[in-house]
């Protein structure tokens, strides 16, 4: 009776294995979304750091194209010194931009240039302004675009998606016009990596938007890459410093751990072998 | 926890050990004078990781809360001031978020060694409880902590998990009245940030004074072991310090590594990206799912198609662990003598680890793509009825039907024997 009972145990866990390994396969080759390209990140990996000129060109990217509809509530501008800029730079990027400062005897809002401490100022006042000027959609803060976006997995980490990847993505497939049989609501446009296909923004970026200052040819492609690449660090500013103390924590820990392995050893010595019970 | 036999030579130490005895109690648990078996193996060291979590959790928590605010136009922004202005704050917070996951894993663990070694079986029924009071407490601690960073799936996951509760509607309004409890008001707002809040700050205290009680009622029969053998004789066992503080320190050590590994290179990795987008009671998420470590039990919930049943389920699935030391009638302990019983084991294992993984599916989705397509409902399904017929059926058939293998005469007479044949 048992041996019939684990035997059916048995055949139960053999035939779920290979219906399951064999069918889920064919199944997950069919179903896929569209395939994001994938980038070789500078800064991805365990030792991967980020791409100082690439930061900064996304900078500016950022604040000739995206800023002018898209805010950066969690960025001050003091944290730009992580894309090599020193501090007099830092200054004068704040300074390009004013705050309001109260208000003067006659009661006329007073403004004063931007300090480093100061964090990126928003577009528009408010959602309703935003969606009021952009037909109804609210573009996104960039601030955690770039973690907000991804989707990692530990046990099979090719289907993992990147955010970087997939701004890249956004930011790369937009159609001219929509594939035949799509009906495109008014103001919407065609995009292969926007979950649904119709994003309400329209195409931001065209080749030759900008003048790199460091000369580098302003591709769409090259300028997704750059803004990915900030957006990403905008979300994780402190990546450089965790990855680097990582690897001391654990080199570390590691020769810790042998250490403590043979102390183990050498303390269990005579009860391992039963001397203490001859 | 046990009368110690303490004998302080410095004179300041025993004047104050004769006042207090707590050098003593410290001795008699975790020092020399707590004598455990000598045949315990590397999974055993998962007890002392999981008390090493819970103080991480509580340390790392505390600095949290300092920077922290518990409020709905606050919470959100809070956190990422931890994560950009507090010096070190992203390391205190990778470290809470994944030492939770981390937590949860050490725990599953300790609770397949107690099954599988058959630790849960007279004398130890009461210590088993307390562990499952423990790890009850864990997950509602957990599930509180998760929504305290008021992301999308911390707001989603709040709405969905209190809204199980609301199937308690036994007379009317009673679901309601059990709801609006819950949240504070009419819907998952700010009072239940700040209730949530201040119970993920208490939980874990009331976790330590149950983790005392496990340590005590474990120290009455003393610890079980791989052979599932009562220690009898003065060979059988060795002294806790320095053998146990040895190999644990090592253990801890090694897990370090692995905890680091998370931490520093993939810290986001058992999180939901959602959750890096701040609440929005408008916009619901396409895919709402809890944390990984309630996935089985999110599947048996889904499972069920009546939802005061499907919550029923739910919590069988974790309240049955309770009646397992009846439910298993071997005279045999461990697993090791018990050549089905080890088998079923596994399979178990396999089965809650699938119900796991089915819980991140859509129910339609299609699992194996023969005979027209199974979904994960139907997986689900099936699997829920073979979790619960492990514990209703298997269990109890195999474990006083099954000829088990001949048990040792003592732990030592075990050592001497393995030492003759190698």
Not at chain 1, 22 to 47: M, T
Not at chain 1, 175 to 196: I, K, Q, T, W
Not at chain 2, 272 to 289: K, Q
Request: proline residues 6%; contains cysteine.
């Amino acid at each position: 009776m048992l041996n019939r009972l684990k035997n059916i145990g048995l055949m139960t866990l053999v035939v779920s294995a290979l219906t399951i390994g064999g069918f889920s396969a064919a199944n997950a080759a069919g179903a896929s979304a569209y395939p994001l390209k994938k980038y070789d990140w500078p800064h991805a990996g365990p030792f991967g750091m980020f791409d100082k000129a690439s930061l900064q060109r996304g900078l500016q990217v950022y604040k000739e194209v995206c800023a002018s509809c898209h805010s950066l509530d969690m960025v001050a501008f003091r944290e730009l010194k992580a894309l090599g800029y020193n501090a007099d730079e830092v200054k004068a990027l704040a300074a390009e931009y004013e705050f309001p400062n109260g208000y003067d005897d006659e009661g006329e809002e007073k403004y004063r240039k931007g300090f480093p401490q100061d964090y990126f100022p928003a577009p528009y006042a408010n959602e309703e302004e935003a969606r009021d000027a952009n037909n109804g959609a609210f573009p996104p803060d960039f601030s955690l675009l770039g973690k907000s976006r991804e989707h990692l997995s530990l046990f099979t980490p090719w289907n993992s998606i990147y955010g970087e990847d997939y701004i890249v993505g956004i930011l790369n497939t937009y159609h001219e016009d929509a594939p035949e049989g799509v009906e495109l609501a008014e103001g919407m446009s065609y995009n292969e990596a926007f979950p649904g296909n119709q994003i309400a923004m329209a195409p931001p970026l065209f080749d030759d938007m900008v003048e790199y200052a460091d000369g580098t040819p302003a591709t769409t492609e090259q300028m997704a890459k750059d803004v990915a690449t900030f957006m990403y660090w905008a979300a994780e500013p402190k990546m450089e410093v965790r990855k680097k103390m990582g690897l001391k924590v654990i080199i570390f820990m590691s020769i810790l751990t042998i250490m403590l392995y043979f102390v183990n050893r050498r303390v269990w010595r005579k009860i391992k072998k039963g001397d203490d019970l001859a | 926890m046990g009368s110690s036999n303490y004998q302080p030579t410095n004179k300041a130490v025993k004047w104050f050990e004769d006042r207090l005895p707590i050098l003593g109690l410290m001795h008699s648990t975790l020092g020399a004078g707590y004598l455990a078996p000598r045949n315990l193996n590397y999974w055993w060291n998962f007890g002392s990781l999981a008390g090493f979590m819970l103080v991480v959790q509580i340390i790392t928590g505390v600095i949290l809360v300092m920077h922290y605010t518990p409020h709905v136009d606050m919470a959100f922004r809070a956190v990422e001031h931890i994560m950009r202005d507090v010096n070190y704050g992203w390391l205190i917070r990778y470290t809470h978020s994944n030492g939770a996951s981390m937590f949860f894993v050490v725990v599953y663990i300790h609770i397949l060694r107690g099954m599988y070694f058959g630790s849960y079986k007279s004398p130890r029924e009461v210590l088993w409880f307390l562990g499952l009071v423990i790890y009850l407490l864990m997950m509602a601690t957990g599930f509180m902590g998760y929504v305290l960073p008021w992301g999308q799936m911390s707001f989603w996951g709040a709405t969905v998990i209190t809204n199980l509760f609301g199937a308690f509607d036994f007379y009317e309004g009673m679901g309601e009245s059990i709801l609006h409890l819950l949240w504070g008001g009419f819907a998952v707002d700010n009072p239940t940030l700040q209730r949530f809040f201040s119970l993920h700050y208490l939980l874990p205290f009331v976790i330590v004074g149950v983790v005392i009680l496990h340590i005590w009622a474990l120290h009455l029969p003393g610890s079980n072991n791989p052979l599932g053998i009562d220690a009898k004789g003065p060979g059988d066992k060795i002294p806790f310090h320095p053998y146990y503080t040895a190999k644990d320190l090592f253990g801890l050590s090694f897990f370090i590594v692995i905890l680091a590994i998370f931490i520093f290179y993939m810290p986001n990795i058992m999180g939901h990206p959602d959750n890096y987008i701040e609440a929005n009671p408008m916009v619901t998420p396409p895919h709402i799912v809890p944390e990984w470590y309630y996935l089985p039990f999110y599947t048996i919930l889904k499972a069920v198609p009546d939802k005061l049943f499907g919550v029923i389920a739910m919590f069988a699935s974790i309240l049955i662990f309770f009646v397992l030391p009846w439910l298993d009638g071997s005279k045999v302990r461990s697993a090791k003598f018990r050549p089905t019983t080890a088998f079923f084991f596994w399979l178990f294992l396999i089965n809650t680890l699938y119900l796991g993984y089915l819980g991140t599916k859509l129910p339609d989705e299609i699992m194996i793509d023969m005979a027209g397509g199974i979904d994960a409902l139907t997986m689900g399904r099936i699997s829920s009825i073979f979790y619960f017929a492990y514990f209703i059926v298997i269990v109890p058939l195999v474990s006083r039907m099954e000829s088990t293998k001949p048990v040792p005469i003592s732990i030592a007479q075990s050592v001497l024997d393995a030492n003759k044949k190698g």
